[in-house]
Each structure stands twice: as C-alpha cells, then as structure tokens.
C-alpha cells in the first residue's frame, strides 16, 4: 500500500510539472507572437511586468485572490481596463481551456503617442492629416480605414480606448498589411485629444448628416483632423460639438448611411485630392 501512494504521488507531481510546463510554454509562444488573447495567471502577469500593450483584461468575478490580485494592481497602474465577467464567458473565450480566471486582449501591434504622429508631419515637412475614429467596434472598417489611410499619406489614426475596437489581429488582416505603416494612437478621451490639436492649430472636421456642406465643397486644405464616428450611431454629441465644422455626404439611394469604412475612405480621398493641388 505504501509503495502504491508513493507512485501516486510521484505520478501526480509529474503531472504538476507538466502543467507548469505547458503553462510557461504557452506564455513564451504567445509573448513572442501576434496571438491577441493571452490566457492563463503567468502568461498576463509576465505580459504586464514586460510593458506589453494590453487592450482589456477579462477576470472572473470573486476571483481576486493570489496573482489575479497582482494582475489587477498592476493593471490598474499602467491604465489598463479590467472588466469582471462570469467564468462561464471566459471558458467560451478560451482556446487553450486553462485560463485559470483571466483573459487578456493585446494589441497585434504596438500603439503611439499622439506626439508622435504630430511628429512623423513635421519630419516629413507636411501638415497634419489625421483620422479620428469616435466608437468604431466593427475590426473591417478600423482594417479598411487604415488601408486607405495610408493610400492617401495620412500620418497616423486615433483611437479610444474604451468602446472601440483594437489593433486586434482580425484588424490586422482586414488591413492588408497597413497596420504595419499606419500609426494608431490610443486615448482616454477623444474630446480633450481635439481639444489638444485644436491648441496644434489643427482644423478639426466631422461627417455627419447634419453638416451643412456636401464633403466636397469644403475647405478641407492645411492641418486637418477628421473625424469619423461608428454606422448608425454615428459621431458623439460631445465629440460633435468640438469639431470645428461638420460635413456631410450626398446620399441618393434610400439608404441613409454608410460604413464608416466607406465614409472614410469618400472623404479622406477628397483630402488627398485638395492636398494635391
């Protein structure tokens, strides 16, 4: 009997250090990759304490004993959103099914400063262009967008960091590659990042159906800043009244709006073509 508990035990601290092992070999695989769901205590934590740009991370609700609790301190300090949800939500979310009570999304590619993008102008000795997106969820049209975005030379998009979608890798292949070329800038607050390239003397332009003039007979020349809100719900009501004049686009048909992809791409082409002459 005693020979039967020792093999017993000796079977189970192998199966321990198996576990161990395809935990840390899951962590190097997804630290090291474009996956943008890393899964598991040790993979997050390691993520955090080595700067990886995380766009929300999922916990289990109750569950804020040992690392989790670490996680969330050091999620908090670095400005990171984390959302409670039932353990059910996460077991659906899991691919490797032992994500022992945390989730995180990251980014498939890393985010700037809105600094920067200013910055990337003046190198090239260029005024400014640069998208605004006010709530877009939907990963094609932030893809398509960044496409087009850098067909037509804009130096970078801005993002919020809440309610939108990020450089997720779904974003990355409906982008064609342009993630990789077009900087994106992550914000907590649109209304105070216009605020600031208003203070850039950066004319700020919103589409909207209540814009006055059709897109194309506007003065959209010089140091611009567009801003493109989600289908349907369309621009903020704040968002709006800090833009520094709205635009609209013509439609005929009984359809009485566009993807924000479509729109976008409509406008930031009117740009290129005033910027060209």
């Not at 850039?200 to 003065?219: C, L, Q, R």
């Not at 611009?224 to 013509?250: H, M, Q, R, T």
Request: aromatic share 6%; charged share 30%.
């Amino acid at each position: 009997m005693s020979g039967n508990r020792e093999r017993k035990t000796h079977y189970k601290a192998e199966k321990k250090d198996e576990k161990e092992f395809r935990i840390e070999f899951r962590m190097q695989d997804f630290l090291n990759s474009d996956i943008d769901k890393l899964e598991g205590r040790n993979p997050v934590l390691e993520a955090l304490k080595a700067g990886r740009t995380i766009n929300k991370i999922l916990i289990a609700k109750g569950d804020r004993e040992g690392s989790i609790k670490q996680i969330v301190a050091l999620a908090k300090e670095k400005g990171i959103i984390v959302q409670e949800v039932e353990r059910v939500k996460l077991n659906n979310l899991s691919s490797t099914h032992a994500h022992q009570g945390v989730i995180a999304f990251v980014s498939a590619k890393e985010y700037v400063e809105l600094e920067d993008i200013l910055k990337i102008a003046e190198e090239k000795n260029e005024a400014p262009f640069i998208i605004i997106l006010d709530d877009i969820t939907d990963s094609y049209n932030l893809g398509s967008i960044l496409r087009t975005a850098n067909a037509v030379g804009a130096h970078g998009i801005v993002i919020p960091k809440r309610r939108a979608i990020g450089l997720t890798a779904s974003v990355s292949k409906a982008s064609a590659g342009a993630i990789e070329y077009v900087p994106v800038a992550r914000v907590t607050n649109i209304s105070q990042t216009i605020e600031t390239l208003k203070k850039a003397n950066i004319w700020v332009v919103g589409t909207d159906v209540t814009g006055e003039k059709p897109y194309y007979k506007n003065n959209l020349k010089g140091p611009i800043a567009l801003v493109i809100g989600s289908e349907g719900e369309g621009i903020g009501k704040l968002v709006k009244e800090k833009c520094d004049f709205l635009v609209n686009i013509p439609m005929l048909g009984e359809i009485s709006s566009l993807n924000a992809g479509v729109a976008a791409g409509i406008v930031m082409y009117e740009i290129l073509r005033q910027r060209s002459k």
